[in-house]
């Protein structure tokens, strides 16, 4: 039953949905409320003053001010509800009742000639309920309460066929709404499409960054414990060996880790004792400073500084290295200096991901840079600052 009653709440949800769906549409309805306002509280002052203007002794006086004093204290109340909740549907359909009611009752307010002749007053207040109806309602709604409105104007001129002005305007200005409505929905349909566009590159993006830091994180761990294994780097059981795979292995673990809000601070001193003392045979010289950072960005940092270390041991010739710090609380420029053998920068292969992808791509994908500076002969600077 519950799989039955399921898409039944669904197409009466898809029903209810409230019709302004975009940025446009309610950017259109937000200006609608504000011409219908003009259109109320203008025509009330303007048609007061051409009815009293165009009274004779013909017209009863006492029904002339109670018609126009009520005309513009609904007005008012118009405004003050429009101004305050929008052009909801009772406000509008409440309008064209009470215009209706006043072109109903025309015979008695305005002169039998002018009424002849189409320029009695009344007819303009009627065109400002129709367009308010149809700036304000869906068309299956505006065009049939606009359809009340001009009867009423019929009926109140003695002949339906003086309404025919009304007609064509009640047309007119349904077909110029529905164009605009169109295209303000276009509007948003193709701005959402863009935006669903962008969040897709986005996401991709984020994929691909975290891609890349998993296969940084291989690369500095497991893959360098086997390329050690394989270079015979350790005869027999060694206990270096099986520190190395333990923190091979706590990388691992982490990398399926989703923290959740703000990363706490923490000191970046321990780690990177723990990437010197990780370098087995290379004598680490470290001069460090009190340094606190957010506990991704420390990892990553470290990651970066014994991945620069390893490559002093594996590639530049020398047994010693100096790491430096400086910084505080939120920052930290560190520094990998050996006197090795160097190398030209500009000329490591594209295969070589070491550098390019655990150095200066981890320290780029955290916020922060990272500067190799080296010559064949002269050694190798490696620099990792966080923030950028």
């Given at each position: 039953?519950?799989?039955?009653?399921?898409?039944?709440?669904?197409?009466r949800?898809?029903?209810r949905?409230?019709?302004?769906?975009?940025?446009?549409?309610?950017?259109?309805h937000?200006?609608?409320?504000?011409?219908?306002?003009?259109?109320?509280?203008?025509?009330?002052?303007?048609f007061?003053?051409?009815?009293?203007?165009?009274?004779?002794?013909a017209?009863?006086?006492?029904w002339?001010?109670?018609?126009?004093?009520?005309?513009?204290?609904?007005?008012?109340?118009?405004?003050?509800r429009?101004r305050?909740?929008?052009?909801?549907?009772?406000?509008?359909?409440?309008?064209?009742?009470?215009?209706?009611?006043?072109v109903?009752?025309?015979?008695?307010?305005?002169?039998?000639?002018?009424?002849a002749?189409?320029?009695?007053w009344?007819?303009?207040?009627?065109?400002?309920?129709?367009?308010?109806l149809?700036?304000?309602?869906?068309?299956?709604l505006?065009v049939?309460?606009?359809?009340?409105v001009?009867?009423?104007?019929?009926?109140?001129?003695g002949?339906?066929?003086?309404?025919?002005?009304?007609?064509?305007?009640?047309?007119v200005?349904?077909g110029?709404?529905?164009?605009?409505?169109?295209g303000?929905?276009?509007?948003?349909a193709?701005?959402a499409?863009?935006?669903?566009?962008?969040?897709?590159?986005?996401a991709?993006?984020?994929?691909?960054?975290?891609?890349?830091?998993?296969?940084?994180?291989?690369?500095?761990?497991?893959?360098?414990?086997l390329?050690?294994?394989?270079?015979?780097?350790?005869?027999?059981?060694s206990a270096g060996?099986?520190?190395?795979?333990?923190?091979?292995?706590r990388?691992?673990?982490?990398?399926g880790?989703?923290?959740?809000?703000?990363?706490?601070?923490?000191?970046?001193?321990?780690q990177?004792?723990?990437?010197?003392?990780s370098t087995?045979?290379?004598?680490?010289?470290?001069?460090?400073?009190?340094v606190?950072?957010?506990?991704?960005?420390?990892?990553?940092?470290?990651?970066c500084?014994g991945?620069?270390?390893?490559?002093?041991?594996?590639?530049?010739?020398?047994?010693?290295?100096?790491v430096?710090?400086?910084?505080?609380t939120?920052?930290a420029?560190?520094?990998?200096?050996?006197?090795?053998?160097?190398f030209?920068?500009?000329?490591?292969p594209?295969?070589r991901?070491?550098?390019?992808?655990?150095?200066?791509?981890r320290?780029?994908?955290?916020?922060?840079?990272a500067?190799?500076?080296?010559?064949?002969?002269?050694?190798?600077?490696?620099?990792?600052?966080?923030?950028?």
């Open positions: 039953m519950g799989g039955r009653l399921r898409p039944a709440a669904e197409r949800r898809r029903v949905r409230p019709p302004l769906t975009g940025p446009s549409d309610q950017a259109l937000r200006l609608a409320g504000w011409y219908a306002i003009a259109l109320r509280l203008g025509g009330a002052v303007l007061t003053g051409v009815a009293v203007l165009a009274a004779t002794r017209i009863s006086g006492w002339l001010a109670l018609t126009l004093t009520g005309l513009c204290l609904w007005s008012a109340f118009f405004t003050w429009v305050r909740a929008g052009l909801t549907l009772a406000v509008v359909l409440v309008d064209a009742a009470v215009i209706a009611g006043l109903l009752a025309q015979q008695h307010l305005v002169v039998a000639a002018l009424i002749d189409d320029t009695t009344m007819l303009p207040l009627a065109c400002t309920a129709v367009y308010i149809q700036i304000a309602l869906r068309p299956w505006g049939p309460a606009a359809a009340v001009v009867v009423a104007y019929g009926l109140g001129t002949h339906l066929t003086d309404a025919w002005l009304l007609i064509v305007e009640t047309i200005a349904a110029l709404v529905a164009v605009i409505r169109g303000a929905r276009q509007a948003d193709i701005v499409a863009g935006l669903e566009t962008e969040r897709q590159l986005r991709e993006e984020a994929r691909r960054a975290d891609e890349r830091d998993q296969h940084r994180q291989l690369h500095d761990t497991v893959l360098s414990t390329t050690m294994v394989a270079a015979g780097a350790f005869d027999g059981p060996l099986a520190a190395q795979a333990a923190r091979d292995l990388v691992l673990q982490r990398l880790d989703t923290p959740d809000g703000p990363a706490p601070l923490t000191d970046l001193r321990p990177l004792e723990q990437a010197a003392a087995g045979e290379l004598a680490v010289q470290l001069q460090l400073v009190p606190t950072l957010p506990s991704p960005v420390a990892d990553q940092l470290a990651a500084v991945e620069a270390l390893r490559n002093v041991e594996r590639h530049a010739g020398t047994s010693q290295a100096e430096t710090v400086t910084g505080g939120g920052w420029i560190v520094k990998i200096i050996d006197h090795g053998r160097g030209d920068p500009a000329a490591t594209p295969s991901r070491g550098i390019r992808e655990s150095i200066t791509g320290m780029v994908a955290a916020g922060g840079e500067a190799i500076a080296s010559r064949p002969g002269t050694g190798t600077t490696v620099t990792v600052s966080w923030p950028a």
